[in-house]
């Protein structure tokens, strides 16, 4: 077992030393604060605001939550599909576990996806069993995505092995047609480069996507975590071939957010991603906004 483990660990480390892990944050803020002013103008458009509704995960995860309430909310995407004939759907449907059978009885409409934040969201503090259960459970209750947080803690104390271990663990359960988010939670990371490592590593274990934050920190999803995370995913795919989805979420309040984070994708990763499978918004508070934009009024549909 020993000798596996360095093994492993050994394994973990050539895959790191492939990227340059060294990241200079100025440079990104400048480079940021460039792209935002040159490029964001030109992508406010009714088509890009159009796509990014579809590319919304609709997300409800209160502490008051009930199989109620989550099932009008389901409700209300199928009210919106029926209404809006001449608009896309949102992505994916966001829930805790608990609620996946309830979305899943409830959801009418084909290509949205029901996804769950599994492995003790928010913070990835439980043992490895409780989170592969939870995750199971999930799935066989309807979950077709699976969002997990990074064990931020074991990260920050360099035990990369344990974070790759984890992540790998709960691919494993979720299994080749259930795509697996891995939430870095980057307000915590503090560093750039240790958003390039977290992000290398998570894809490297089995990510199907990373995804910036819970929104449960102080610090959630900015311009300059998604673009090192951007690269990371442009890094990767050119060494593996393996083309990784990317979410922002977290903080995501404006249209002007929303437009901001498509042009990061499309001017670091280009058009392959501009999809909805592979650029996601994680929020709620953005569908009747970007909606109200689109219509042209007010819209307060969900």
């Known amino acids: 077992m020993a000798n596996e483990s360095i093994q492993y660990t050994s394994k973990i480390e050539e895959a790191l030393k492939k990227y340059n892990l060294e990241v200079d944050d100025a440079a990104v803020k400048a480079a940021v604060m460039k792209l935002i002013a040159e490029k964001v103008p030109q992508n406010d458009t009714l088509d890009v605001k159009k796509f990014l509704f579809g590319s919304i995960e609709l997300t409800t995860l209160k502490t008051t939550d009930s199989d109620e309430s989550v099932l009008a909310f389901t409700e209300r995407v199928n009210q919106f599909d029926a209404q809006y004939v001449d608009l896309p759907h ?6 805790y576990p608990c609620f996946a059978k309830t979305v899943s009885e ?6 949205v996806e029901i996804a769950c934040v599994s492995g003790s969201f928010p ?3 439980a043992l490895i069993e409780v989170k592969i259960a939870e995750t199971a459970l999930a799935v066989r209750d309807g979950a077709t995505e699976i969002d997990i947080v990074m064990p931020v803690g074991k990260f920050l104390s360099g035990d990369y092995e344990g974070v790759a271990d984890d992540i790998s663990e709960l691919k494993q359960t979720c299994g080749e047609d259930v795509a697996m988010k891995v939430i870095l939670e980057t307000g915590d990371l503090v560093t750039g480069s240790n ?8 894809m ?4 199907d996507y990373i995804k910036t934050s819970t929104g449960k920190e102080k610090i959630s999803a900015t311009p300059e975590a998604a673009y090192i995370m951007c690269q990371a995913i442009k890094e990767y795919y050119d060494e593996t071939g ?16 929303a437009l901001t984070y498509y042009t ?10 501009l999809t909805n499978k592979w650029l996601r918004l994680g929020t709620s508070r953005l569908a009747n906004l970007l909606l109200s934009e689109i219509e042209g009024e007010e819209v307060k549909f969900f």
């Open 242 to 257: 393996i083309q990784i989805g990317f979410k922002p979420a977290g903080g995501i309040n404006t249209v002007t957010d």
């Open 123 to 125: 913070s990835s503090q």
């Open 106 to 111: 409830t959801l009418e409409v084909d290509g």
């Open 264 to 273: 990061i994708v499309k001017e670091v990763l280009g058009e392959k991603w």
């Open 90 to 95: 949102v992505a994916t449907i966001c829930v």
């Open 195 to 202: 958003i390039k490592k977290a992000s290398i590593l998570s």
């Open 204 to 207: 490297y274990a089995g990510a």
